[in-house]
């Protein structure tokens, strides 16, 4: 190897062969997933993974990223009330924010009474 040659296989098969699997695996990696979808497992277990509500919870579906927001953010500024409150103090203004636009995504499915 010279010292000019910063790879110790360059222009060799086996570079090319590593190359071409660097690139296979950084072309196989998941995408991101959307902003506040993460931060939203949290409420999936009163809410549902769909918002819709389990065991009498509110559903947070068809709701506005802003009304969320305004009403999170409220939460984690008072005085403990409730599990809420202090789910929301879990979060950041910023985590809150991103929580409630993704949040406010999620289709509204209306229940359709018989």
């Given at each position: 190897?010279?010292?000019?040659?910063?790879?110790?296989?360059?222009?060799?098969?086996?570079?090319?062969?590593?190359?071409?699997?660097?690139?296979?695996?950084?072309?196989?990696?998941?995408?991101?997933?959307?902003?506040?979808?993460l931060l939203a497992s949290m409420?999936?277990?009163?809410?549902?993974?769909?918002?819709?509500?389990v065991s009498g919870f509110e559903?947070?579906?068809?709701?506005?990223?802003?009304?969320?927001?305004?009403?999170?953010?409220?939460?984690?500024?008072?005085?403990?009330?409730?599990?809420?409150?202090?789910?929301?103090?879990?979060?950041?203004?910023?985590?809150?924010?991103?929580?409630?636009?993704?949040?406010?995504?999620?289709?509204?499915?209306?229940?359709v009474e018989p």
């Amino acid at each position: 190897m010279n010292s000019r040659t910063p790879f110790p296989f360059s222009g060799s098969p086996l570079r090319l062969v590593l190359l071409a699997g660097a690139a296979f695996v950084a072309s196989s990696l998941p995408a991101a997933p959307p902003p506040g979808q993460l931060l939203a497992s949290m409420c999936y277990q009163c809410h549902g993974s769909n918002g819709q509500a389990v065991s009498g919870f509110e559903s947070i579906t068809g709701k506005s990223a802003t009304e969320m927001y305004k009403s999170l953010l409220e939460m984690s500024q008072r005085r403990p009330e409730n599990i809420m409150d202090l789910q929301a103090r879990a979060f950041t203004p910023e985590q809150l924010r991103q929580l409630s636009n993704y949040l406010a995504t999620l289709p509204s499915t209306a229940t359709v009474e018989p």
